[in-house]
């Protein structure tokens, strides 16, 4: 007998840094958020997870559905994973229905191995890549006529964040109102050519998995936090509302004052959690004080800071100012202790922003 056939689909999927974060629960089974946000998908050529799909009749049906996570077996069996298996399988189960003649591959069990090019679960956003780039290499696997809209909504029930990575350049996660889930799913805002000078500078501070996962954190603070609730119901949608109107205007300054306005608020809601949750080391604060102090030298402001939820910064900037930017944060955290060996090792500078998947 011909050995059986394995069927196999590679991608790679971007990084996504919110500059409105995502931060709540109102549906954690379905995955659904307390409010909208909104992103920046940054370049595959710096920040990327690539996956690889592959299902066979072969392949053990006791063993089941597997993942190897840059190196290491990994569990699938927690509900957002099987959630994704699950709405991908149906809709490739409804072709195979309508076609007889294909392959039945939603009866067979799927392997999956994916790297990250870049530290996991370290405030890097891994799991907006690593899900994205699950969701579409199981799609590209089944060769589903799925749009990214659609996509996004599967990548949502595996890591919210994740529905931004399935679209470049400036990418609106809007948090629906339909209970079961089917309106709250990413959209493009502008692509990446809209604004193609902008730059986004990843300085890594640790990449130490961090203390408290995004899932976990958000849970406890939407249980615990009174600031919480100014957050999604006041501050939240005014940042949606200022920071579309920037990206359309490509207004840097406006741009940049609601990106750290609102880091500033997500992390002053994790400070306000009982017992309360620290992302930001010192040496992240520190990097708020660089671009302070880049931003006063230039008369102007040049530079952004943001922080997800970890210790690692991002700064966005735009092309002409890399000089000001780039070669201060260089100059004045070169020189603290503890942070010399991740900037030197770990400092990118990401060149552009991507067109997503
Ligand atoms: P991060 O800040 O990196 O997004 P999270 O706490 O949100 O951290 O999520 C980290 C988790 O995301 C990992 O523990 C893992 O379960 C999942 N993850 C990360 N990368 C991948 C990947 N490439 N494929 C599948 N899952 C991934
Ligand atoms: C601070 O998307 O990682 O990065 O949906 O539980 O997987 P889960 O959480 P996740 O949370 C991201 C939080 C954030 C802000 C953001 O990316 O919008
Ligand atoms: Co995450």
């Known amino acids: 007998m011909a050995a059986e056939k394995v069927y196999r689909a590679s991608t790679t999927a971007p990084v ?37 799909a592959s299902c066979s009749a072969s392949y053990s049906a006791a063993e089941g559905d597997s993942l190897i996570l840059n190196g290491e077996p990994s569990d699938v069996a927690g509900a957002r994973t099987q959630a994704c298996f699950r709405e991908l399988r149906t809709r490739r189960a409804a072709l195979e229905a309508a076609d007889p003649s294909l392959p039945k591959l939603s009866t067979m069990p799927v392997h999956l191995v994916s790297e990250n090019n870049f530290p996991t679960a370290a405030g890097l956003a891994s799991s907006a890549a690593g899900f994205a780039a699950l969701v579409r290499a199981i799609a590209n696997l089944y060769e589903l006529p799925a749009s990214p809209s659609e996509l996004s909504k599967i990548a949502r029930q595996g890591s919210g964040s994740a529905c931004r990575s399935l679209f470049g350049g ?46 976990s954190g958000m849970q406890q603070t939407v249980a615990t936090s009174g600031l919480f609730q100014e957050r999604i119901s006041k501050v939240v949608p005014q940042n949606m509302d200022l920071m579309e109107k920037a990206i359309k205007e490509r207004d840097f300054p406006a741009f940049a004052e609601v990106t750290m306005r609102d880091s500033n608020s997500f992390h002053a809601t994790c400070a306000d959690t009982y017992p309360p949750i620290f992302y930001m080391n010192d040496v992240s604060k520190a990097a708020i004080r660089a671009v302070e102090a880049i931003n006063a030298a230039a008369g102007r402001t040049v530079a952004a800071y943001t922080f997800d939820a970890g210790p690692n910064a991002v700064i966005y900037y735009l092309e002409k100012d890399t000089e000001a930017v780039v070669g201060t944060i260089h100059n004045v955290l070169g020189d603290i202790d503890g942070w010399k060996p991740a900037a030197i090792e770990g400092l990118k500078s990401t060149v552009s922003l991507d067109e997503g998947v």
Do not use: F
């Open 16 to 52: 996504n840094i919110a500059v409105v974060k995502y931060w709540g629960k109102r549906d954690p089974k379905l995955n659904l958020p307390t409010n909208s946000s909104l992103s920046v998908t940054l370049s595959q050529a710096d920040l990327r997870t690539l996956t690889t």
């Open 170 to 215: 400036y990418v609106a996660w809007r948090m629906g109102s339909e209970a079961d889930g089917s309106d709250s799913l990413a959209d493009q805002v502008a692509e990446a050519a809209h604004w193609p000078d902008m730059r986004a500078l990843v300085l890594v501070v640790s990449a130490a998995k961090k203390g408290v996962s995004s899932t």
